[in-house]
């Protein structure tokens, strides 16, 4: 089975939908989705994510079912700052939380404890444990069972944080670290497949994380959102 998890396009986030330059992404990546032979396609019910996903399902002249728990990350975490985003710390906060590194134990940190981040996330991991084992992929421990093998093809439209957590569970790595030191862009696009190398024993495997090949293929640069300044002395770059 081959999942492709697909960022929806550069955000207004006060209104929930796309700015210019996202609508100009997102018909950029409708041009790509419509080569892929996908068997099923969801969507976020946030509006960026279903505007994003409008484009490519036209094209690909199917529909999304929309899935509550494919919606952005939703606690808000008290940081040191401000009140915001679970995967938002700085180096010197997130990199001395006490285990940040814990694929276990990462929620057991005061702010995300009081937001009750863990909750989403079993939450989350229990949607999608039923999601897998309802396409023929049940997880025991850190491999899957693959109690009905396929060769279907599923995208998901959704969110940065989102992906993390979904990545997370196929591949058994702490989101702390996802959130903090990686970035799927906007319209990226994130394949993981499984590999049944003994009968019956899966694991997944992610052959691209945020591709955006899209958008350099018409000559367009991704959008800056969810990365910050590349220098600090960059003012025309993100800083909070």
């Excluded at 937001?115 to 229990?126: F, L």
């Excluded at 996802?178 to 862009?185: D, F, N, V, Y």
């Excluded at 394949?191 to 024993?201: A, F, K, N, Q, S």
Aim: glycine fraction near 4%; aromatic fraction near 12%.
């Amino acid at each position: 089975m081959k999942l492709l998890i697909v960022r929806h396009g550069d955000p207004d986030y006060q209104n929930d939908r796309l700015t210019e330059q996202g609508k100009k992404e997102a018909k950029l990546l409708s041009e790509r989705m419509k080569m892929i032979h996908a068997d099923e396609c969801y969507v976020s019910p946030l509006g960026r994510a279903k505007e994003t996903a409008s484009y490519s399902l036209e094209k690909m002249n199917m529909q999304a079912e929309e899935l509550l728990w494919l919606r952005e990350f939703a606690p808000k975490v008290q940081r040191p700052e401000k009140l915001g985003v679970a995967w938002d710390f700085v180096p010197m906060d997130w990199t001395n939380m006490p285990h940040a590194f814990d694929l276990e134990r990462w929620p057991d940190f005061p702010p995300y404890t009081d937001a009750k981040v863990g909750q989403e996330r079993d939450w989350i991991y229990r949607e999608f444990d039923a999601f897998l084992e309802k396409h023929g992929y049940k997880k025991d421990g850190k491999i899957f069972r693959a109690i009905r093998p396929n060769n279907d093809t599923i995208v998901f439209f959704c969110h940065f944080g989102l992906e993390c957590i979904l990545l997370s569970y196929l591949l058994n790595l702490p989101p702390v670290v996802l959130w903090h030191s990686t970035i799927a862009a906007p319209t990226s696009i994130t394949t993981v497949v499984t590999e049944e190398r003994r009968e019956g024993i899966a694991q997944f495997r992610m052959l691209s994380f945020g591709d955006t090949s899209h958008l350099y293929a018409a000559g367009v640069e991704p959008s800056f959102s969810g990365r910050f300044r590349e220098c600090y002395t960059n003012d025309w770059e993100r800083m909070d």
